[in-house]
């Protein structure tokens, strides 16, 4: 059984960018620079919602540049790292590039009305690219299972070949097409008050923004005790003076500021309510990301010193897994000596190295910042433009209402085009089906149809014939199968004449059946005389029951015309004592089709869709009883 893949974060985009050609490590880090300078202008100014853009190399068996980025709840942080990565594969052709996220192939249930049927989730894994501006999607028929290698090949040799469908490419690239210019209408710039310190950090790192945010959004009780005390950032608390300043981020980062509410610290400096009002939404907003960049601080400091970020989540939950805590109770001495041991381990590991400077690289860049002189005087003389319009937060509901006409358009025009297919379709299916398609058609084929279908395996996806089948062989004893049926007809027949007689002579006991079971010497004589005396008499008795009803009559048999079978009512009593002749199987199954489709009247029914699955179709049936003759 194949492994089962780890999770992927819902909130984060991976891209991977392979180069035509192997390239050395010196080459790989070359291009990588040359993509970043490249990318400089447009990602700038940008403000991400938690991570920026980045690109790592990967010298693996395939060199190649891979990159992920979480964007949270900013969904266009992922559609401009969609068209960053289209601009890299215009600006160098020899390169092919994947992206994904939790979804899987997102840009493909983006042109969800617009792919070929065979396309599904469980094939398209390593089937689409972006290359030189363009979808591109490895065809089943060219490559049914292709692997990564393969389809990089592919690419490069008969990169004509796999360019997705017009359709395709215009679903795709209309959800990027007014970037980069959609990316700064992203942003709004508003005017805060906040202390010093925070208006010193910004100024220097306008992108620690993003931090702050963070920290106040996904605050909790542990955090808030930092907020409380307002250490790093408020030195001289009460007595601490606002600055006024201009802060670029995200809409998605304002939205998330002013939709909570959030009573300031007993120490914060905040202004009188009843004065100004402008002043006092400033103070407040200046407030909540103070609050945040005291809380991320502190909450970076500690991880960073204890080295516990997500590796360390990853490092314990691998721990679990592999049995090391022995299945003992968190709490205990035991676990908490095995604990104690693998921290000491995570700390002693490059690993640990990795992660605290990672998770410290923003404590250090701030005391950085902070140890630099400053004063409220930097920031009174200068002058602060006014606040964006912030209209669009508040008429949310009508862009939601747009974007849900916008795809219930696309689903009509899907269903139209459908709808105008399916009439086309019939339109030359009924122009064609004249008494040429009749004389054509051959309902021996309808039966050769059946028996492939029967004959296939079926799923909850469909009927399927599996490749490389091995079909183990059914270990039977026919022999012991054959004398336990004839023991139990004859058990049977024998309490039959015990009740008609009312006597009890040759009735068959449980020890009759255990003798048999144990392979007596009496049954194994008698074994080949058994089974002909059962199967004769089990054969008599199945025509004694049937013939006294009237399923003879609704089967042709074989070497019987059709027309025979009406008249086989009232000559019913005359076949009465003659046996059973063998009942035609293929015949019986085209003459209930062929009735039942002719009752459907041209309308869909099973009959033709059943058939239409299966690539059968039958002429129309326009004056009945016209037709060709079973």
């Not at 937060?393 to 105008?420: A, I, M, Q």
């Not at 144990?518 to 004694?544: I, K, R």
């Amino acid at each position: 059984m194949a492994a089962t893949r780890p999770r992927l974060p819902d909130d984060t985009v991976f891209y991977s960018i392979y180069p035509d050609s192997t390239l050395s490590t010196s080459s790989l880090q070359s291009l990588h620079l040359q993509i970043l300078d490249h990318l400089s202008p447009l990602i700038s100014d940008y403000i991400w919602q938690h991570e920026p853009f980045h690109l790592s190399l990967s010298t693996t068996a395939i060199p190649h540049l891979h990159g992920h980025l979480r964007f949270g709840d900013n969904l266009e942080d992922e559609w401009f790292t969609v068209f960053l990565l289209f601009e890299i594969s215009r600006a160098f052709p020899a390169l092919s590039i994947r992206v994904w996220d939790s979804d899987g192939e997102f840009l493909l249930i983006e042109a969800a009305f617009h792919l070929p049927r065979w396309l599904n989730p469980d094939n398209s894994e390593n089937r689409l690219f972006i290359r030189r501006g363009d979808l591109h999607i490895i065809p089943k028929t060219s490559l049914p299972n292709p692997t990564l290698v393969d389809s990089l090949k592919f690419l490069i040799n008969n990169e004509n070949e796999s360019r997705a469908s017009e359709a395709i490419q215009n679903a795709v690239k209309s959800k990027i097409a007014d970037y980069p210019h959609r990316a700064k209408r992203n942003m709004h710039n508003v005017r805060v008050r906040v202390p010093v310190s925070v208006a010193r950090v910004l100024k220097h790192e306008p992108c620690l923004i993003s931090l702050a945010v963070e920290g106040f959004y996904d605050r909790d009780i542990d955090t808030m005790k930092y907020a409380a005390k307002m250490e790093r950032f408020l030195s001289k608390g009460k007595e601490e003076e606002l600055v006024l300043v201009n802060v670029k981020m995200s809409r998605a980062m304002y939205a998330q500021l002013m939709q909570q509410t959030f009573q300031a610290p007993k120490c914060y400096p905040m202004p009188s309510r009843s004065g100004d009002a402008a002043g006092y939404l400033e103070a407040e907003l200046g407030m909540k990301i103070a609050c945040g960049f005291e809380m991320v601080y502190w909450q970076r400091k500690k991880e960073g010193d204890e080295g516990k970020g997500s590796t360390w989540s990853k490092y314990f939950e691998s721990l679990e897994k592999s049995g090391y805590f022995e299945r003992l109770i968190p709490g205990s001495k035991e676990y908490k000596r095995l604990m104690e041991n693998a921290e000491e381990y995570y700390r002693k590991s490059n690993l640990f190295v990795r992660t605290s400077e990672m998770l410290s690289a923003p404590v250090r860049r701030t005391d950085e910042i902070l140890a630099l002189p400053h004063s409220v005087n930097d920031f009174r003389s200068q002058e602060v433009p006014p606040a964006d319009d912030d209209s669009w937060l508040y008429s949310g509901e009508d862009e939601l209402n747009s974007t849900l006409k916008e795809r219930e358009k696309e689903l009509e025009l899907y269903n139209s085009k459908l709808k105008s297919k399916q009439k086309s379709n019939e339109s030359q299916d009924s122009g064609s089906s004249s008494s040429k398609d009749i004389d054509d058609f051959d309902p021996r084929d309808i039966a050769k149809t059946m028996q492939a279908f029967v004959h296939k395996v079926s799923s909850y996806k469909g009927a399927e014939v599996p490749e490389n089948r091995n079909l183990e062989e059914v270990d039977l004893d026919v022999d012991r199968f054959m004398k336990d049926m004839e023991s139990v007809m004859k058990d049977q027949g024998c309490q039959d004449i015990a009740d008609n007689d009312d006597s009890e002579e040759g009735s068959s006991s449980d020890m009759d059946f255990d003798e048999f079971e144990d392979g007596s010497d009496v049954a194994e004589e008698d074994n080949s005389d058994g089974e002909d005396t059962f199967m004769s008499s089990y054969s008599d008795a199945l025509n004694s029951e049937l013939r006294n009803t009237s399923l003879k009559k609704s089967f042709i048999h074989a070497n019987e015309e059709p027309s025979k079978k009406s008249e086989g009512a009232s000559n019913a009593t005359d076949g009465m004592d003659e046996d059973f002749t063998p009942v035609d199987v293929d015949l019986n199954l085209v003459k209930n089709l062929l009735e039942s489709f002719s009752s459907q009247q041209g309308l869909p029914g099973p009959t033709s869709n059943l058939l239409g699955l299966m690539g059968v179709k039958l002429p129309k049936d326009d004056d009945k009883g016209k037709g060709k003759s079973v």
